[in-house]
């Protein structure tokens, strides 16, 4: 067998900590197997950079990974967006310029791994004639429906938003309702939807796709991309499920030592709490926030909430967004958390019993590696689509009804509680919960599907070096 050489891989995140993050986990991946990384964040000058603080945070918790930020001039600042992944767009594509100029800076670079929303990088990487790989850093499913839509969209009845609960079929993926399609594809006239379309059209033009999953949790969806199924008339790259890769779950001993939380978690008893947490982003009205608190407290359950407030809501603390007098009649049993918890070591903490989610593909990941079943409340972007998956494909969670109306009353938060922690159906989930976790955890150990994927991938990359020769730089 041939001998692996050490190579150097550009890692290219798209903005925001959100991207950065997964980046990181797969970083690390490649480190484990003696390769060189580095990962080149775009750095634009505005509100939504990946600011140089946060990026010191991460380089000293992986001193081994070299981070390189990316400056790009100020762009679309005074511009109106329809929407603002065609601002992430704008700002990417000015990026070119400095990835180009960083890459041929580099004395070797053998593959560039971008995310899904760097699909014009893939110019960057042809012009220097390395290889290029997204890192697919959502479902399974997402991919197979976004590789499809260019064929499928133009030939539906309309658009999206105007078929309401119309059952669409996507190879490899349980029925989705029309109005459960991810946001920026709801109006096929819209710029932003065009604009996805363009991408998702040029996604196979790259060598591969590392997807963060795993073979066991979505093999139909990967059956249908391996037979080619979600891009017909044309070959789909290979695609190397290399998950979970998740935010470890001990982060106990970084700056700030232990949250509180996990300190009120200690005292609860084993799988009693429901804890409630909706990604970096999500907010809810006051009205919402009310039924929410209404429900936890009528199921009598435990739980831990990270509670952000309204937007409209400027206020420090959180309680004049909660029923008045809600905080004292639960304090004996309820934990509140402003703004932000150790969710991933939270989900591992024995006491968690059920995790209400926004279905974020991080989240959902940890859900599962912890074993936790989800009740999901999805909110933007691909999470209803990923709702889908968890409760159809994958029967790891419930959803809340109404989560696509203006509000979810608190009868139906209380319902769904009382199902998850303690009902026949509940019990079903919490059987299939702790094979997810086992399946999850064998696929990354030595010879496990993920493990022989990413050994797979870097085989791959070794046959590119002869198939690209020297790259030119
Ligand atoms: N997260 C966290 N604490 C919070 C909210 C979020 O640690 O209070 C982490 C969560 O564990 C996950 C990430 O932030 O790793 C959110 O990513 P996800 O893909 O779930 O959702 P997004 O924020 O991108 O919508």
């Not at 918790?61 to 767009?89: E, N, Q, W």
């Not at 991810?182 to 796709?209: H, I, N």
Request: net charge negative.
């Amino acid at each position: 067998m041939a001998v692996m050489t050490r190579k150097t891989v550009v890692l290219y995140p798209s903005l925001g900590v959100g991207h950065l993050n997964p980046m990181v986990e797969l970083a690390k991946l490649f480190l484990r197997r003696g390769h060189a990384v580095v990962i080149a964040v775009v750095n634009p000058p505005d509100k939504d950079a990946v600011t140089a603080h946060a990026m010191a945070r991460l380089a000293s918790a992986s001193p081994d990974i070299t981070f390189r930020l990316l400056p790009v001039p100020s762009c679309g600042k005074d511009k109106h967006y329809s929407h603002s992944v065609l601002r992430t767009m704008d700002v990417l594509r000015a990026a070119n310029a400095a990835l180009l100029e960083f890459l041929r800076a580099l004395p070797v670079v053998d593959a560039l791994v971008v995310d899904m929303f760097c699909v014009d990088a893939l110019d960057v990487a042809a012009e220097l004639a390395i290889p290029a790989y997204f890192f697919f850093a959502s479902a399974v499913g997402d991919l197979a429906v976004m590789l499809h839509l260019p064929y499928y969209y133009p030939t539906a009845p309309s658009s999206f938003k105007d078929m309401g609960e119309a059952v669409l079929h996507f190879p490899g993926v349980p029925p989705i309702r029309a109005l459960d399609m991810t946001t920026t594809m709801l109006d096929r006239e819209s710029e932003v939807a065009k604009e996805r379309l363009r991408q998702y059209m040029r996604m196979p033009e790259a060598r591969g796709f590392l997807a963060n999953s795993f073979d066991w949790l979505e093999s139909r969806a990967l059956d249908a991309l391996r037979h080619g199924l979600c891009t017909p008339g044309r070959s789909t790259p290979p695609v190397y499920c290399i998950g979970p890769l998740v935010l470890p779950g001990q982060t106990a001993g970084s700056a700030g030592g232990r949250h509180a939380c996990l300190e009120w978690l200690d005292a609860q008893p084993e799988r009693s709490v429901v804890f409630l947490c909706f990604g970096s982003l999500g907010t809810f009205s006051a009205p919402q926030l009310g039924e929410v608190a209404r429900g936890l407290q009528k199921s009598g359950y435990r739980f831990l909430w990270v509670v952000r407030n309204p937007p409209e809501q400027k206020d420090e603390s959180v309680e004049p967004a909660l029923p008045e007098g809600f905080l004292e009649k639960t304090a004996d049993r309820g934990f509140v958390v402003k703004n932000w918890a150790p969710q991933a070591e939270v989900l591992q903490h024995r006491a968690v019993g059920a995790f209400v989610t926004h279905c974020g593909w991080n989240s959902v990941l940890e859900g599962i590696v912890s074993g936790v079943p989800m009740i999901c409340w999805p909110l933007y972007a691909e999470q209803r689509m990923n709702k889908v998956h968890v409760v159809d494909e994958m029967k790891v969670g419930v959803a809340v009804e109404g989560y696509e109306e203006e509000i979810v009353k608190a009868e139906e938060v209380e319902a769904k509680v009382r199902l998850v922690m303690a009902s026949e159906e509940g019990n079903k989930l919490r059987e299939r919960l702790p094979a997810a976790k086992k399946m999850a955890a064998d696929a990354l150990k030595e010879g496990g599907s993920s493990a022989v994927a990413f050994e797979e991938f870097l085989r791959d990359l070794e046959n590119c070096s002869s198939e690209f020769g020297k790259n030119s730089m």
